[in-house]
């Protein structure tokens, strides 16, 4: 099938499909085109000679030499559309496709060039959706480094005490959300991962799923730790989530952490080619309500289970499918996703536990290997 034309104009350090389009890290924005079937990368001269060695797949142009020769000031905010435009008429291409996230104010300037920007409907890569096995294997690497984090924080509860107070402290100081998370993240970068915002969320913090978790740790009560860093080497994400108490676990903490983990296994021996991920979903729903785990608003706050049970993860934390209530995705070999049901109750307080899992051929494989304890 003829590959469309496209264009892609951002920085590959934080645009997932300019990193896919030429794997290589670049933190200024520069142009991508493929152009009937030849990728086309047009770079300054402070990273052509570099793009050259690593993107070997594309024709690497210097900027500096294109607007030179059309006689431009590459101050102006205009010389990237003009140059784009130079090309694309040479060719006698007048539209082309990009990315919903195109910059509007190039759109403006290719349309003063004569050059109609056509958004796509869907992602511009639709491959990226199903990994391959290079990608597969980036992913496991950054679970590794993601796991190492978690040993670390792992060790740290074990190795703390209990004061008078039920506050943890760690050589010789209160053990905080915030020094803990200094520790993960640390391990994780000497580990080769990047990581920002993990999760640290002790006691009733947790029942804000994104809450990053502050001050003191207290013990026999839960406490959320997500992890999700980027290798710095490839890109790819890792994410896992554990929940662990420091001391003893009260009954009410047990059978929340019982029913996510039954929640969680269940979802996850689901996961195979041809299931509609929304009925996934509908089961961990059907469980928690089973055990008598109701989610809806309960003295001003909502709680129980209101989020998805899971996403697609790659070069992007959250990607394609998704899987939750409103999603029409069925799963599909190659498709890497979490599984990460949780509960959330402000008297009690929250429990998630998040694997990474590969559909296979004919099922499926659990990449994530670090073991689930609730006590330490």
Same mark, same amino acid.
């Given at each position: 099938?003829?590959?469309?034309? &496209? ?7 934080? $645009?997932? $499909? /300019? ?13 991508? /085109? ?14 052509? !000679?570099?793009?050259?060695?690593t993107a070997q797949h594309c024709v690497v142009l210097s ?39 195109? =910059? ?7 349309a003063r060039y004569g050059v109609k920007v056509e958004p ?10 199903? %990994?391959?096995?290079? *990608? @597969? ?12 984090? /978690? ?11 209990? !004061? ?21 993240? #640390? ?8 990581? #920002? ?10 029942? !804000?799923?994104?809450? *990053? ?7 026999? *009560?839960?406490?959320? &730790? $997500? ?12 994410? &896992? #989530? ?16 019982? #029913? ?20 996934? +979903?509908?089961?961990?729903? %059907? ?9 809806? %608003? ?8 209101? +989020? ?7 070069? *992007? ?5 998704? @899987? ?8 599909? =070999? ?12 402000? !008297? ?6 998040? $694997? ?12 994530t290997r670090f073991p689930k304890v609730f006590e330490v």
């Amino acid at each position: 099938m003829k590959k469309e034309n &496209i264009l892609i104009f951002a920085d590959s350090e934080r $645009d997932a $499909d /300019m990193f896919y389009a030429v794997n290589t890290f670049v933190p200024d924005p520069f142009i991508y /085109m493929r152009i009937l079937g030849v990728n086309l990368v047009i770079v300054n001269n402070l990273e052509v !000679d570099r793009l050259r060695r690593t993107a070997q797949h594309c024709v690497v142009l210097s900027l500096n030499d294109l607007v030179s020769r059309l006689g431009l000031n590459i101050s102006k905010p205009e010389t990237y559309a003009a140059v784009i435009s130079s090309i694309l008429r040479s060719r006698e291409i007048y539209k082309i496709k990009v990315p919903s996230s195109f =910059p509007v104010g190039m759109s403006f300037w290719l349309a003063r060039y004569g050059v109609k920007v056509e958004p796509a409907q869907g992602p511009i890569f639709p491959e990226r959706e199903f %990994k391959t096995q290079r *990608e @597969i294997q980036y992913i496991q690497e950054s679970l590794s480094i993601a796991e190492a984090g /978690m040993a670390a924080a792992q060790k740290v509860l074990r190795s703390s005490s209990i !004061d008078k107070n039920n506050i943890l402290r760690y050589q010789g100081g209160i053990l905080t959300a915030e020094k803990l998370r200094s520790i993960i993240e #640390t391990t994780m970068l000497a580990a080769g991962g990047l990581a #920002t915002h993990t999760i640290v969320a002790p006691g009733v913090q947790a029942c !804000d799923p994104h809450e *990053e978790g502050y001050g003191p740790i207290k013990a026999h *009560e839960p406490i959320i &730790i $997500d992890i999700f860093p980027r290798s710095k080497h490839s890109g790819y994400f890792g994410d &896992i #989530t554990r929940t662990f108490i420091k001391g003893r676990a009260a009954e009410p903490a047990k059978k929340l952490y019982e #029913t996510v983990a039954l929640a969680q296994t269940t979802a996850i021996n689901m996961v195979k080619p041809g299931v509609r991920a929304k009925l996934i +979903h509908e089961a961990v729903e %059907k469980i928690f309500e089973q055990n008598g785990f109701k989610t809806g %608003k309960m003295n001003g706050y909502i709680q129980g289970f209101f +989020h998805g049970t899971g996403h697609a993860l790659g070069l *992007e934390i959250h990607e394609e499918p998704r @899987i939750n209530k409103t999603t029409d995705a069925v799963l599909k =070999p190659g498709h890497v996703i979490t599984i990460e049901p949780g509960l959330y109750y402000r !008297d009690i307080g929250g429990v998630r536990l998040e $694997d990474v899992v590969l559909v296979t051929d004919h099922g499926h494989e659990n990449l994530t290997r670090f073991p689930k304890v609730f006590e330490v």
